[in-house]
């Protein structure tokens, strides 16, 4: 780790402090283009994260599923109606605030963005949804160990970010203000990286080629999962 992180990390936090209260404003106007909005972004990637979880654990009440970077928790409404125990953590304290009034039911925590406030194989799933693209690379080896350690043994760490490949994608994250210093990463990099953390079964899979709308549709866009074509992807990991 250089010895500039800590200054990143507190402008990354200072620069989400700033947004919290229009993220959604400032997210729409740079995805306005394509007709959709953020809260479409949003109920699409919560259907996967329930989907591969069920497909993993069955039934999801007694699932501990904590939600890494979660910002002021817009996906945890849709969340909490399938996971028993849902924690997030993020280094922005003004939109953990702003989380916490939203949403009761979920159990917050700020953090300092290298340690996770949470005990080794604490948790068993563990998420990034767009995060690590706003990681300074230098500690991307870190936040990966990090998922790593709090998740227990048969644990599944899930990574959805901007595919890189496509210029849609490319063009909403030059255009969001708060993405201004982000690093995109390639889906072969986020798997090696958390292969190098020390998990297995890591795959990928690229989502939102179509608009997946509703079930029907969101089983066409998996039949394009396997081509680097949609705007997002996820990588999945398991701690055995």
Excluded at 82 to 99: K, L, N, Q, T
Excluded at 158 to 165: A, Q, S
């Amino acid at each position: 780790m250089t010895t500039n992180s800590p200054n990143t990390t507190e402008k990354t936090s200072e620069t989400f402090d700033a947004y919290e209260a229009r993220y959604r404003d400032t997210v729409n106007q740079a995805v306005g283009f394509s007709g959709l909005d953020v809260d479409f972004f949003t109920r699409v990637k919560a259907d996967y994260i329930a989907d591969l979880t069920r497909a993993e654990f069955g039934d999801l009440s007694g699932v501990r599923l904590l939600d890494v970077g979660c910002g002021i928790g817009n996906f945890h409404p849709l969340l909490t109606r399938h996971f028993g125990h849902v924690h997030g953590v993020d280094i922005s304290a003004s939109s953990i605030e702003r989380a916490r009034q939203a949403n009761p039911d979920v159990a917050y925590s700020v953090y300092e963005g290298h340690r996770l406030p949470y005990d080794d194989a604490s948790m068993d799933v563990a998420m990034a949804v767009c995060v690590m693209h706003h990681v300074p690379p230098e500690q991307w080896p870190e936040f990966s160990a990090e998922m790593h350690r709090v998740l227990r043994p048969g644990g599944v760490a899930l990574i959805f970010e901007h595919n890189p490949l496509n210029p849609l994608s490319v063009h909403v994250v030059n255009n969001c203000p708060f993405d201004e210093d982000a690093v995109l990463l390639r889906a072969p990099k986020t798997e090696a990286l958390f292969r190098e953390a020390g998990f297995s079964e890591v795959s990928r899979r690229f989502i939102l080629t179509v608009p997946a709308f509703n079930d029907a549709i969101r089983k066409v866009d998996t039949w394009f999962s396997r081509v680097p074509l949609g705007a997002q992807y996820y990588v999945r990991a398991r701690k055995t």
